[in-house]
């Protein structure tokens, strides 16, 4: 039974409470432990934070598109924007560590907690803009 | 949802309860209120989250800025009852170690 959500909507912080209890019912509806699911929460709204922040330089008049599928073995998240591509640079990975604090970058925690919360991370961008997102969650057996 | 901020003064120092979600929608609001305390709040700064219901990466920077910042003027700075759910971030990033905790 197909318990897919697609969702657009405006590239608005105000909205990102919402869109975290919409993420947050779905992923309970799957089996997922409540730490994961709390996670899994974090870093969808990670990427919609960024996505605003960054793709559509903190304007609310863009568009986000979030995708929640269920496969057979995995969960998959997608959000994709229209804005400005984000510079590969930006969406290495990198290890986390603890800091000092005079070294701490404010910048690109959100990207890291990313692809420490899921099992498959991809980035990708449109060749004339636009960024997208897809995050994969293996499901337990 | 949303976010309540007070802030106390008290001959021991400065404490800000935050009661909410910190994300980017809310986490100017605490910024500004953490970088202004901090000028005036000898004896130290103490955030109390015990009501935090989420935190995300704007507001662990916040909070790193306001560390910083801290540091600077040369007073303390410090997380007061870290809800669950500040604990469990703070981890994820590896920032857990960073700020001093009661």
Same mark, same amino acid.
């Given at each position: 039974?197909?318990?897919?959500?697609?969702?657009?909507?405006?590239?608005?912080?105000?909205?990102?409470?919402?869109?975290?209890?919409?993420?947050?019912?779905?992923?309970?509806?799957?089996?997922?432990?409540?730490?994961?699911?709390?996670?899994?929460?974090?870093?969808?709204?990670?990427?919609?934070?960024?996505?605003?922040?960054?793709?559509?330089?903190?304007?609310?008049?863009?568009?986000?598109?979030?995708?929640?599928?269920?496969?057979?073995?995995?969960?998959?998240?997608?959000?994709?924007?229209?804005?400005?591509?984000?510079?590969?640079?930006?969406?290495?990975?990198?290890?986390?560590?603890?800091?000092?604090?005079?070294?701490?970058?404010?910048?690109?925690?959100?990207?890291?907690?990313?692809?420490?919360?899921?099992?498959?991370?991809?980035?990708?961008?449109?060749?004339?803009?636009?960024?997208?997102?897809?995050?994969?969650?293996?499901?337990?057996? | 949802? +949303? *976010?309540? $901020? @007070?802030?106390?003064?008290?001959?021991?120092?400065?404490?800000?309860? #935050?009661?909410?979600? /910190?994300?980017?929608?809310?986490?100017?609001?605490?910024?500004?209120?953490?970088?202004?305390?901090?000028?005036?709040?000898?004896? +130290? *700064?103490? $955030? @109390?989250?015990?009501?935090?219901?989420?935190?995300?990466?704007?507001? #662990?920077?916040?909070? /790193?800025?306001?560390?910083?910042?801290?540091?600077?003027?040369?007073?303390?700075?410090?997380?007061?009852?870290?809800?669950?759910?500040? *604990?469990?971030?703070?981890?994820?990033?590896?920032?857990?170690?960073?700020?001093?905790?009661?």
């Amino acid at each position: 039974m197909n318990r897919d959500l697609h969702l657009t909507v405006r590239s608005d912080p105000k909205l990102l409470g919402s869109i975290r209890s919409l993420v947050r019912s779905w992923v309970d509806s799957w089996d997922v432990d409540v730490k994961t699911a709390d996670e899994v929460v974090l870093a969808i709204d990670e990427a919609c934070t960024n996505a605003i922040r960054h793709a559509y330089e903190g304007r609310c008049d863009g568009s986000l598109e979030l995708t929640l599928h269920a496969a057979e073995e995995h969960l998959e998240f997608q959000v994709s924007d229209a804005g400005v591509s984000c510079p590969s640079e930006c969406t290495e990975r990198r290890p986390l560590q603890p800091p000092e604090v005079d070294d701490l970058e404010p910048g690109g925690l959100g990207i890291q907690l990313i692809y420490k919360v899921f099992d498959e991370v991809d980035f990708c961008r449109g060749e004339s803009g636009g960024n997208c997102v897809t995050m994969k969650l293996k499901r337990s057996k | 949802m +949303g *976010l309540t $901020i @007070d802030k106390e003064k008290s001959s021991s120092g400065f404490l800000i309860r #935050v009661v909410g979600e /910190v994300d980017l929608y809310s986490s100017p609001e605490l910024r500004e209120a953490i970088l202004k305390a901090v000028p005036s709040a000898e004896g +130290g *700064l103490a $955030i @109390d989250m015990a009501g935090v219901t989420y935190i995300d990466s704007s507001g #662990v920077a916040t909070l /790193v800025e306001g560390l910083r910042s801290a540091r600077e003027h040369g007073t303390g700075f410090a997380l007061v009852s870290p809800s669950p759910a500040v *604990l469990q971030v703070l981890e994820l990033a590896r920032l857990d170690s960073i700020f001093e905790v009661r």
